[in-house]
Nanobody, 126 residues
């Protein structure tokens, strides 16, 4: 499955933004749809992910502000971001993990994902 992320932009601190991830095929059977981000000069980091069963996981830095969702019939995943902070500035990537995992923490790692979209840049000004 190929992924394409969109929805990035330049916003002020405190604003909201919704990122979208379009898959090339319906995402039924895709175990996890995740979001990662990479700021300039920093390593890629986990942001949020949602399993096929609807279980959501968040990085502590975004918990309570970001909401991940997916619509398998539409082959879409979303990242609703609220109360944005300048430290949220980064390229945001969506990713798909095809295989089921029963090991805790696996889907929080970038190397657990099989397919990646291109990044969409989010810039939050203070």
């Amino acid at each position: 499955v190929q992924l394409q992320a969109s929805g990035g932009g330049v916003v002020q601190a405190g604003a909201s933004l919704r990122l979208s991830c379009k898959a090339s095929a319906r995402t039924f059977g895709v175990y996890a749809m995740g979001w990662f981000r990479q700021a300039p000069g920093k390593e890629r980091e986990f942001v949020a992910t949602i399993t096929e069963g609807g279980t959501e996981f968040y990085a502590d830095s975004v918990k309570g502000r970001f909401t991940v969702s997916r619509d398998d019939a539409k082959a879409m995943a979303y990242l609703q971001m609220a109360s944005l902070k300048p430290e949220d500035t980064a390229n945001y990537y969506c990713a798909a993990r095809l295989r089921v995992s029963f090991t805790a923490g696996v889907i929080l790692r970038a190397d657990a994902y099989d397919e990646w979209g291109q990044g969409t840049l989010v810039t939050v000004s203070s």
